[in-house]
């Protein structure tokens, strides 16, 4: 701490402190900032078990697949991934990106297979192992359950398909469930018994589905969620929801009963609206406002943090949030060439790849 704060300061210095300390403080945060290795509006992010940071393009950069989509990948500290960014034969523009308990990296494309989308199977080295096309139709979310070996995808038909080895990862009726409503969940989530948790944002609705498919008692909930966009799930199957337009956080117990005071603000929030949110090991909840800052709730909802971190960074409109095996905020940005941010180690560590709830290593 006495070393940084000794540090040269100024517009040429490694450090620009804005506001200038009399004295070292007890402690820093300090934000690392990825630019290149293919990132391109960029929005998928996973982190796998050996702490590389995995993340999808939509559009390439130019040179690397023109017109089409490709996969970055980095190492904990930054550095490129030897290799990345991975382009697989067919891919078109990859929307979402997960981590298996093998260590694969799975990717879901929604305009391969003339435009219906396909789900591709990477090795941790980046090279193609298998490509899943059957019953695909426009997919655009999915997450792994508990075990890693079941995917939960939402498909274009508003079907939520629970897919694994057994299936061939074909998504078929017998293993899809037609979600109530006109409109396509805006996020996704699996909890510690493998049922799965979404929105439907105009709605202002969380479904949940047993590993049947069948609808829990009470679904849909509502819990005063207004224009939920993104969830996460915590140790103990309570279930957190991002409500973009509220510039709150909503919890539900796991029979989607509201938790006693939700929904929850903070200061932290920054008064934008919260894009996307993800739980640490200890249970704090971690909720990235819409200009990139990131606010913090302990586990009961009440402000762990009266600041919100990187505000005033102008890290870009946030797509995604994940915390790794080190305690460290991960951040995409998908404005203009994309940008990959690291809080380093500003969180409780989470055990990766991430399946179902959050878990210490």
Not at 148 to 155: A, E, I
Not at 287 to 315: E, H
Request: hydrophobic share 40%; no cysteine; net charge negative.
């Amino acid at each position: 701490v006495a070393g940084i704060y000794g540090l040269p300061q100024g517009a040429n210095a490694p450090f620009l402190d804005p506001t200038p300390l009399t004295q070292a403080p007890n402690d820093w945060t300090m934000l690392v900032t990825v630019i290149g290795g293919g990132l391109s509006q960029s929005n998928g992010l996973a982190i796998d078990g050996d702490g590389s940071i995995w993340v999808t393009n939509p559009i390439s950069d130019a040179g690397i697949n023109a017109g089409k989509g490709s996969i970055s990948a980095f190492l904990n500290n930054g550095v490129q991934v030897t290799g990345a960014p991975f382009v697989v034969t067919g891919l078109g523009a990859p929307l979402a990106l997960n981590i298996g308990a093998d260590n694969h990296v799975w990717v879901l494309d929604s305009t391969s297979n003339h435009n219906r989308g396909s789900l591709y199977e990477l090795s941790g080295s980046g090279s193609l192992l298998a490509t899943h096309t059957t019953g695909f139709n426009g997919a655009s979310l999915m997450s792994f359950g508990p075990a890693g070996t079941t995917l939960w995808v939402v498909n274009g038909n508003r079907a939520l398909a629970r897919l694994n080895s057994g299936n061939s990862y074909a998504i078929s009726a017998s293993n899809s469930t037609v979600l109530p409503g006109s409109e396509s969940p805006a996020g996704l989530t699996i909890d510690g018994k493998d049922q799965a948790w979404t929105v439907l944002y105009f709605a202002n609705e969380v479904v949940a589905l047993d590993d049947t498919g069948t609808q829990l008692s009470g679904s849909p909930f509502s819990g005063s969620v207004f224009r939920p966009i993104s969830l996460a799930v915590s140790s103990g199957d309570n279930v957190w929801i991002a409500d973009q337009q509220g510039n709150q956080v909503t919890e539900l117990g796991a029979d989607g009963t509201p938790s006693p005071g939700s929904p929850f603000g903070a200061a932290s929030f920054n008064g934008f609206a919260t894009d996307s949110l993800a739980i640490d090991g200890g249970g704090r909840v971690w909720v990235v406002n819409g200009d990139g800052s990131v606010g913090v709730l302990n586990g009961d909802g009440t402000a762990a943090s009266a600041v919100a971190y990187g505000a005033g960074q102008n890290m870009g409109q946030p797509a995604g949030v994940a915390i790794d095996s080190s305690g460290s905020v991960w951040e995409v940005s998908n404005s203009g060439t994309g940008t990959l941010s690291k809080f380093i180690g500003l969180a409780a560590p989470v055990k990766t790849p991430l399946l179902g709830p959050a878990t210490l290593p």
